[in-house]
């Protein structure tokens, strides 16, 4: 039986203007396969964001994608890092001009978590 996940990194996303939508989804498809060769990183899905919910305003990001680690986030996203830094990512001219957000979560069963003891939510 495989050990549970140890988190996940989140990753919102926009395209700059004048990339389309199959050039943005290309461009992906290819991004998540060279992040899933960096050890850690076990599993990855892609959404497309939309509001849940009639008469509310717009969603600011219309990507997601949600990436499954096998550990903390923090090793392998550093390798992640490493290995954009040294050209080992195939990223276009534009990639600079995306409009991002990412989180980490981590399970709240993880016993080194410490949780506060009122959580609000805004």
Same mark, same amino acid.
């Given at each position: 039986?495989?050990?549970?996940?140890?988190?996940?990194?989140?990753?919102?996303?926009?395209?700059?203007?004048?990339?389309?939508?199959? #050039?943005?989804?290309?461009?992906?498809?290819?991004?998540?396969? #060279?992040?899933?060769?960096?050890?850690?990183?076990?599993?990855?899905?892609?959404?497309?964001? #939309?509001?849940?919910?009639?008469?509310?305003?717009?969603?600011?990001?219309?990507?997601?994608?949600?990436?499954?680690?096998?550990?903390?986030?923090?090793?392998?996203?550093?390798?992640?890092?490493?290995?954009?830094?040294?050209?080992?990512?195939?990223?276009?001219?534009?990639?600079?001009?995306?409009?991002?957000?990412?989180?980490?979560?981590?399970?709240?069963?993880?016993?080194?978590?410490?949780?506060?003891?009122?959580?609000?939510?805004?």
């Amino acid at each position: 039986m495989a050990a549970p996940p140890r988190g996940i990194h989140v990753v919102y996303s926009v395209p700059p203007d004048g990339v389309g939508d199959q #050039e943005y989804a290309a461009f992906y498809d290819t991004h998540v396969a #060279e992040i899933l060769e960096t050890p850690g990183f076990v599993e990855a899905r892609r959404y497309r964001l #939309e509001p849940a919910v009639a008469n509310r305003p717009p969603v600011e990001y219309r990507h997601a994608a949600v990436y499954v680690l096998d550990r903390p986030a923090a090793g392998p996203l550093a390798e992640l890092d490493r290995r954009a830094e040294a050209g080992g990512m195939t990223l276009p001219d534009w990639y600079g001009d995306v409009r991002f957000a990412s989180f980490d979560g981590r399970p709240l069963e993880e016993d080194e978590l410490e949780l506060p003891e009122h959580g609000y939510m805004t």
